[in-house]
């Protein structure tokens, strides 16, 4: 055996620095997390070749004095943790002390940094863990590290680095989860000279959401906000409809730290259970606000893996704040039409003699004044469009002003708040293409512009105006001429007038009666109108259109009907027992759980192997075929051959659903669909137990749009 001694240093220093450094993102994790404890506000990372050349981390933190730099970088030298009871608390992102060692131990580091109160700041230079240069220099205040050639001394952890873009793109990943976990901070990350991303860094979360996984990802998500006692959840969770096909985009944060958790991820995944199609995942962005007594992050160099002193407390507080949010926040879909399929970039370029009636029809005509004429005042909509039919309008070939000189009348509320809430949204189209419609509308010419009605006359000019004012405001000569005189008289005779007014009365004249108070109007059920293909119901609520599938609808109903009480599951005996042959795996199963076969209705006995004998079967079954059902409930019966999991019994309530719902392309009659339509609204039901959704909406607003009555 081989003599016992001690490692060099150089040695052990590699050995320990494979630990914490494994590739340039983790460099970059590391400057990261000691930028953020010391208090910055704006974080810029530059890469080249995908850090494995260069990558330099600029803040405007607090900085390092310039006696404790060379400290910085011994292994085990942190300023985050003095005494062991720190450990129990920990509340910044570092606090190893390995950082900074291990990272000049496998490159080659230079550091400017500069306090707030000094007048200069600090150069200083280490490659393999060997000072080089140490010296004072000008700089701004804050740390900026420069890393050059990253495992220059270890070939062997070097031919193991991907690709440059696979590199970049794991630097690009973390940064952008530290930028969301710290929204208060900007970020900003340029690679090879060309700048990639940079937040706000006003505090909001969306905003960095927005600045870093793109507007689709930010628009796809509802909030969450949850707070119970030593424990808060915020952030936000995607919608159902927009899942993901793997979990790659479940991020979780503790006490704003990155971390990677089976137990958050599950609470999220059972939160979405019955509301998901199956093989897809829910994304989220989720900071889970704990006391530090409560976990543990000393567990890895890393630091993303940490362990909770009650996994349940935290799976509770997870769980309820997503499902609060999908109860509340998500709504059913809208559906829109794609504005872009209306738009003719061809019109944007017109002939020149087109582009001076365009520029004209911004322009007010050299025309004379024109008197107040008085706005014929509209009958019903129907008599004018009857009145239309009998006596068409003569064709009037005059020449038209482009523009009358009259301001467009003001929209009406209802409108001004619509356009109000849409001009909110910062990332809507909607603006850019109703200029380009109209500009398409203007480019038109004559064609269009006889179909429309008679310019009113022009408005009078700021002179009639002032004219008016002066009109309202009394004159002398208005004034007859024995005003006042009579003033002296009637103020003698008040008191005769007053004679007979009562005190009581006078004290009465507040008994005025209010109005009673105007109740809320309450919300309008959907009326059925009709059916599409037998499948999907048509109803109108209010000012939108409701597509149902009824199917969906119907199944989802059962499930929640069965889900909530078991007693919906009564079981009816059969006059002759339907024989049903499994594998023996699955007889095996069935003929050990025929009393849990017995809780979802099914009334089973076993008989010759492989062989069971079906004596009854629940209500919402009795007219279904039971081979396959059956067959299904032992097969899941042997895939969880202890005892089964609550969600085994939901994906059975999910197949007895789909099995006793109406069908696509039943026979239904007006009032069985009104029916249905009431139950799902009243148990405000938006998807199947799939994951598909029940219901879309389309408002009102957006059809006729399409029919051209407003744009």
């Not at 349940?312 to 999908?326: G, I, M, S």
Request: net charge negative.
């Amino acid at each position: 055996m081989a003599a016992i001694s001690l490692l060099k240093k150089e040695v052990y220093e590699l050995i320990a620095a494979g630990e914490v450094i494994d590739r340039p993102a983790s460099v970059i994790k590391e400057l990261l997390e000691n930028a953020v404890d010391a208090g910055a506000d704006s974080v810029t990372v530059e890469i080249k070749n995908g850090g494995r050349t260069f990558m330099r981390v600029t803040d405007n933190g607090s900085g390092i004095p310039f006696d404790q730099v060379p400290t910085a970088f011994l292994r085990h030298a942190t300023s985050k943790v003095a005494e062991k009871a720190d450990l129990e608390k920990i509340s910044t992102l570092g606090f190893r002390g390995e950082a900074l060692a291990s990272i000049c131990a496998v490159s080659k580091t230079e550091v400017l940094t500069k306090t707030h109160d000094s007048q200069l700041g600090t150069r200083y230079v280490i490659s393999g863990g060997e000072q080089r240069e140490y010296e004072a220099a000008g700089c701004p205040d804050g740390t900026s590290v420069i890393v050059r050639d990253l495992f220059y001394n270890v070939p062997a952890r070097l031919k193991f680095l991907k690709k440059d873009a696979t590199e970049a793109n794991r630097i690009q990943d973390l940064m952008g989860k530290l930028a969301v976990s710290h929204p208060e901070i900007s970020v900003k990350l340029i690679k090879d000279n060309a700048q990639v991303f940079v937040t706000a860094g006003d505090g909001k979360l969306y905003t960095a959401v927005y600045s870093v996984f793109g507007r689709e990802f930010a628009k796809s998500m509802l909030e969450a906000d949850y707070a119970s006692e030593g424990v808060s959840v915020r952030g936000f969770v995607s919608k159902p409809l927009t899942s993901k096909n793997n979990r790659k985009f479940q991020i979780f944060y503790v006490n704003d730290r990155y971390i990677r958790s089976e137990v958050c991820s599950q609470a999220l995944e059972e939160a979405y259970r019955n509301s998901i199609m199956v093989g897809r995942f829910p994304a989220c962005v989720l900071n889970i606000h704990i006391d530090p007594d409560m976990i543990d992050v000393n567990v890895h160099p890393a630091k993303t893996e940490i362990r909770f002193s009650d996994n349940r407390f935290v799976y509770n507080a997870v769980y309820f704040a997503v499902k609060q949010a999908l109860t509340e926040k998500d709504v059913p879909t809208r559906m829109t039409f794609d504005k872009r399929r209306n738009f003719d970039p061809e019109k944007l370029y017109v002939e020149p003699e087109e582009s001076k009636a365009v520029q004209m029809a911004f322009a007010p005509p050299r025309t004379e004044r024109v008197e107040k004429a008085e706005k014929p005042v509209r009958e019903h909509t129907d008599d004018l469009f009857l009145s239309s039919l009998e006596s068409p309008a003569p064709q009037d070939n005059a020449q038209k002003p482009l523009w009358s000189g009259e301001l467009p009348p003001a929209a009406p509320e209802e409108a001004s708040a619509e356009k109000a809430e849409d001009s909110n949204d910062p990332y809507d189209d909607d603006a850019f293409f109703r200029l380009c419609e109209n500009y398409n509308a203007s480019c038109a010419g004559d064609g269009e512009a006889k179909a429309k009605t008679e310019p009113e006359p022009a408005e009078d000019t700021e002179q009639d105006n002032v004219a008016d004012i002066a009109d309202i405001e009394p004159k002398d000569t208005d004034l007859p001429q024995n005003y006042g005189e009579d003033t002296e008289a009637e103020s003698s005779g008040l008191s005769e007038d007053f004679m007979f007014v009562k005190t009581s009365d006078f004290e009465k004249r507040y008994d005025v009666p209010q109005p009673a108070e105007e109740l809320p109007e309450p919300e309008k059920k959907p009326v059925v109108v009709g059916e599409l293909f037998k499948t999907y119901i048509i109803a109108q609520r209010g000012d939108e259109m409701l597509l149902i599938d009824k199917h969906a609808a119907h199944e989802r109903y059962i499930f929640e009907n069965i889900k909530s009480d078991s007693r919906n599951l009564s079981s009816q005996t059969l006059l002759e027992p339907i024989m049903v042959m499994l594998s023996y795996d699955e007889y095996d199963a069935l003929a050990a759980n025929t009393d849990k076969a017995a809780k979802l209705g099914f009334i089973i006995e076993p008989d010759v192997a492989p062989t069971v004998a079906v004596l009854g079967l629940p209500m919402l079954l009795r007219d279904e075929n039971p081979t396959d059902i059956v067959t299904e409930i032992a097969h899941k019966l042997l895939m969880n051959e202890r005892d089964p999991a609550p969600e085994l019994y939901d994906d059975l309530y999910h197949t007895m659903a789909c099995k006793a719902a109406i069908k696509a392309h039943d026979d239904s009659s007006i009032q069985e669909l009104q029916k249905l339509v009431d139950s799902i609204v009243d148990c405000d039901i938006r998807y199947c137990p799939h994951g598909r959704p029940v219901m879309i909406t389309m408002p009102k607003r957006e059809i006729e749009k399409q029919f051209k009555r407003i744009v």
